[in-house]
């Protein structure tokens, strides 16, 4: 059994991850217009009309941008808690009732070979939650948009193969940046996103033996650049006593270029 997954799109600007199994694909938020969606589904070889369904984290339009009008076209199901669903309904456009899907928060639903457990996140959205997906051994994690990783999201997303992890901001840029301080204080805050630093304290305490890739997701395009948040976690991760290469490898993501369909 094989696990195959690519983020598609991520940062502020738009967010959208795809993973598929022999016989199971999903799409993670729909954060792009559906034109650009199609375009980054192209650019992966796969057609989004053969998807399984969408699964939504939260309202927020880098999340959910192109949703309505991709499951509307393709008459795909679409998954998500009730509060979610309360939140986007205005921003989506009508969604026909057997498309809609409740998936609690700290539920496992099982697709196929695939099962998907959704964890609970900090952040100032209704409901938001994340998903880690399990086939057989394989253990893939998306957390991002948090404002810390408590202890329980580490329990749930331990020793996981991959992560997609956010890496959000570096601290001093987002201090010295243009941002009004009301927004700043809403980044730094408990409920906002977690920085270069945080993340990769985090990330020693979750990556185990199985865990070969991390990739850096959700970077800022005003308070982070793609060396920088390598270079922080890198460091941080050292201070911790792990090698960059020896146990796992750091990847990039990109807001508007998805990254290589790997296999787990």
Known sequence: ????????A?????????VETEDQAFLVDAGLSGKQMEALFSDIGRDMSKLSGILVTHEHSDHIKGLGIIARKHKLPIYANEKT???MERSIGEISLDQKFIFNMEQVSTFGSLDIESFGVSHDAAEPMFYVFHQGDNKLVLITDTGYVSDRMKGIISN????????????????MGRYPWSVKRRILSDM?????????????EVAG???????????????NMKDLARM??????????????????????????????VAL
């Open 1 to 8: 059994m094989t696990m195959h997954f690519s983020v598609l």
């Open 10 to 18: 991520s940062g502020s600007t738009g967010n959208a991850f795809y």
């Open 85 to 87: 669903w309360q939140a």
């Open 160 to 175: 996981a193969d991959a992560y997609i992890f956010e890496s959000n901001h570096d601290v001093g840029m987002l201090r």
């Open 192 to 204: 906002g996103h977690v920085s270069n630093e945080d993340a990769a304290i985090a990330m020693s």
């Open 209 to 223: 033996d199985k865990t070969k890739r991390i990739y850096l997701a959700h970077l800022s395009l005003d308070n």
């Open 232 to 261: 922080s976690v890198e460091q941080t991760l050292q201070t911790k006593g792990i090698l960059i290469g020896e146990q796992f490898s750091l990847y990039d993501t990109d807001p508007k270029k998805p990254t290589e369909l």
